[in-house]
């Protein structure tokens, strides 16, 4: 059973999940849309086009120092490289500038159940995922916040 969301008020975390960009590095980078539909970085529709949206950092919404996510990412990226799949770098990023940038991945074709056993593993609160037609949802981990 999901774990409650501690912390940060659960409307005001729903919120900050929903207004966050998901950008794909890349050239030119790429934006994912949360319910909306916006191709991700080299597909349009099928198999390219599916994948999760994740990150190490910042685990239940404590911030940590720079050094820690980055140990935290790289574990990450080992994990995600372990199931067989590859990284992308990504970041998560706050419109209104009031949580820091948090480096994140684009994980191609990795599997939603995958997706939940990577977030978990990291503490984290919730993570993107993307359908075949490039449908971002976000997906929670830990109980969804009740406003």
């Known amino acids: 059973m999901p774990r409650p969301v501690r912390g940060i008020a659960g409307s005001t975390l729903e919120?900050?999940?929903?207004?966050?960009?998901?950008r794909i590095d890349g050239h030119p980078p790429?934006?994912?849309?949360?319910?909306?539909?916006?191709?991700?970085?080299?597909?349009?529709?099928?198999s390219n086009a599916e994948g999760i949206f994740i990150t190490a950092c910042n685990p239940r919404?404590?911030?940590?120092?720079?050094?820690?996510?980055?140990?935290?990412?790289?574990a990450l990226q080992r994990?995600?490289?372990?199931?067989?799949?590859t990284c992308l770098a990504a970041r998560a990023l706050d419109p209104q500038g009031?949580?820091?940038?948090?480096?994140?991945?684009?994980v191609p074709r990795l599997p939603l159940?995958?997706?939940?056993?990577l977030a978990r593993r990291f503490g984290q609160n919730a993570f993107?995922?993307?359908?075949a037609r490039g449908v971002a949802r976000l997906m929670w981990v830990v109980r969804r916040p009740v406003p």
Request: aromatic letters at 12%; a positive charge.
């Open 79 to 85: 994990a995600v490289q372990w199931m067989g799949y």
């Open 61 to 74: 919404s404590r911030r940590l120092r720079p050094s820690v996510n980055a140990r935290r990412l790289r």
């Open 98 to 106: 009031l949580w820091p940038e948090e480096p994140s991945f684009w």
């Open 30 to 46: 790429r934006d994912l849309v949360l319910d909306g539909f916006k191709p991700v970085p080299g597909a349009t529709t099928g």
């Open 128 to 131: 993107v995922a993307c359908d």
């Open 15 to 22: 919120q900050a999940y929903r207004q966050a960009i998901y």
């Open 113 to 117: 159940a995958r997706g939940h056993e």
